[in-house]
């Protein structure tokens, strides 16, 4: 446990859980193992870049990963954007510290034999409060130029994407695999129906004209007592006609042993 206050004046020091990050043998982590430290119990003022500067008299830090809580670290291809997918942490938070060398997370470590640690000072201030929500404010306009830099960036990668995989699909094309199938993909000169404003218009006029028609069929109540009374009638007439022809198969069965 490592004692830390957010400023001198603070009376009572906060705790933050330390421990070197570890998974078993055989799983795929996006944390290097001996190089990565887990921090538990961050305070919601605690930023990445306070658990930096904090950490940084032990070695130097490659980067500080904040999440809500410990996940399985397994190797995923993310794309970090400054206007999407951005989740500020409303509680305690987690953190995954990696050093430069082994020696920084053991140095960490040590620390909890010292006394308690400054997140904030002159130089590098922590914001709370009103100056927070402040800043917060100011980074969440956002710059036209920048965002649509971003976007063009994002297009131009999902259209060399796509255009490899259409590459790849048409390479395979009627080349069968090891097990000697061949796989078919739907083509044609109809392949489905256009995406169009008008063609949706259609469908929708479509599904309204047979809603309308099962609503006209019994509108009122009493025509549809009067549907269940007639189709119960026609039942009860069909029964009655069907003993009547069995009592008439029944009067003449004759025994004919020849």
């Known amino acids: ?35 990565t430290l887990l921090v538990l119990n961050v305070p919601p003022y605690c930023s990445a870049d306070s658990l930096s500067r904090l950490f940084a008299r032990c070695g130097r830090v490659q980067y500080v990963e904040m999440c809500e809580k410990p996940t399985p ?9 400054k206007f999407f997918n951005q989740k500020s942490g409303k509680g305690f938070q987690v953190a995954y510290v990696v050093f430069k060398k082994p020696s920084g997370v053991q140095a960490a470590k ?5 006394g308690p640690l400054l997140l904030s000072t002159e130089s590098h201030p922590v914001k709370t409060g009103i100056s927070k929500w402040i800043a917060n404010y100011a980074a969440s306009v956002v710059d036209p130029e920048e965002l649509r830099a971003e976007v063009d960036a994002f297009m131009q990668d999902y259209d060399k994407k796509t255009a490899e995989e259409e590459a790849k699909a048409a390479e395979e094309e009627g080349v069968p695999d090891e097990e000697g199938w061949v796989k078919v993909t739907r083509k044609g000169r109809k392949p489905g129906l256009p995406r169009t404003e008008a063609a949706n218009l259609r469908v929708l006029e479509k599904e309204k004209q047979k809603r309308a028609r099962k609503e006209l069929l ?7 007592r009067e549907t269940k009374r007639e189709h119960i009638a026609q039942l009860r007439k069909k029964f009655e006609e069907d003993k009547q022809r069995i009592a008439l198969l029944r009067a003449q069965r004759k025994f004919r042993p020849y």
Do not use: C, D, I, M
């Open 73 to 81: 670290g397994e190797k995923k291809e993310k794309r970090t954007s």
């Open 218 to 224: 019994n509108f009122y109540a009493w025509q549809h």
């Open 110 to 114: 040590a620390l909890s034999q010292e």
């Open 1 to 35: 446990a490592l004692a830390v206050k957010l400023r001198e004046r603070q009376r009572s020091a906060h705790r933050l859980l330390l421990r070197e990050h570890q998974v078993r043998e055989g799983t795929g982590s996006a944390h290097p193992a001996r190089r």
